[in-house]
């Protein structure tokens, strides 16, 4: 009965961190649209990336005894899929500055993996030892990767708008590290439990933003209305609207000129 439940706990672990590794495709599909990474920030994907890696090897048999943790394996192979196509995405889509910025994270990133996976593998001979050490490194990615979203909080809080932190993304994080954090428990694995006593109430601290700011309009929206010029004149204030294409170059005298085109006459608009 036991061994059941813990594997449904496992099952649902899985659906919900794809669905984790998933929410982001919103984010993404908006990078493609306009093709632009904005503010978003590549890091949690790569810290995800590197997160996905560590635990696919620490499911592994070398690492592992058997196969005892393969639902570790499963999710995690798909997170690697998922987590490096977003980051090539973003590398794409990124300015030089930011595929520069990319590369410097990312390249570390993988050399680190692959010097876990050597030293794991030849300068220990027993699971006990390799699990120590490749779980100890994953416990620290993971705590990374869940208090990367800091930074993005942060922002919320300052612009009191959650535009850059997709919903998605934080209910899928509480759910899977709830149902990890319960798991992790269950197999008395303080490697797959521990991170997530952190990440849970980080997930839920982003919710509350959420429900905090959710209807506040981010600053910028796409399809803004023309922008709109204020001129007061003593008692008197003319509200000029400045078409797209339109540029104010002049005003002196109590006389605004408005250039409308590059084709078209200065417009003069007296305020006096």
């Known amino acids: 009965m036991a061994q059941t439940f813990r594997m449904a706990i496992a099952i649902l672990g899985n659906a919900a961190s794809v669905c984790l590794f998933a929410a982001p495709m919103v984010t993404f599909k908006r990078i493609i649209r306009k093709k632009s990474t904005e503010e978003f920030s590549c890091l949690p994907y790569i810290i995800g990336l590197l997160n996905c890696l560590i635990f696919t090897w620490y499911g592994l048999p070398i690492v592992s005894n058997k196969w005892e943790n393969f639902p570790l394996v499963t999710v995690n192979g798909v997170g690697i899929v998922v987590e490096l196509a977003y980051v090539l995405i973003y590398f794409w889509y990124a300015s030089s500055k930011g595929k520069v910025k990319v590369a410097l994270t990312a390249i570390p990133v ?160 007296n305020i006096n």
């Open 110 to 269: 993988i050399v680190v993996f692959c010097i876990i996976a050597i030293v794991s593998t030849f300068s220990f001979h027993d699971n006990k030892r390799r699990k120590l050490l490749v779980g100890s490194v994953g416990f620290g990615v993971s705590v990374a990767m869940y208090a990367s979203p800091l930074v993005v909080m942060k922002k919320v809080i300052k612009s009191k708008s959650v535009e850059f932190m997709p919903l998605p993304l934080s209910l899928c994080s509480f759910v899977a590290g709830s149902l990890w954090m319960t798991y992790g428990f269950m197999i008395r694995d303080i490697f797959v439990a521990g991170p997530s006593v952190l990440g849970v109430p980080l997930a839920i601290l982003q919710l509350v933003l959420h429900c905090k700011y959710w209807k506040r309009k981010p600053s910028s929206e796409e399809g803004d209305l023309p922008n709109k010029l204020n001129m007061v004149k003593g008692d008197i204030v003319v509200m000029a609207v400045v078409n797209e294409g339109s540029e104010m170059v002049g005003l002196e005298k109590g006389e605004a000129e408005m250039k409308m085109s590059n084709n078209d006459p200065v417009s003069k608009i």
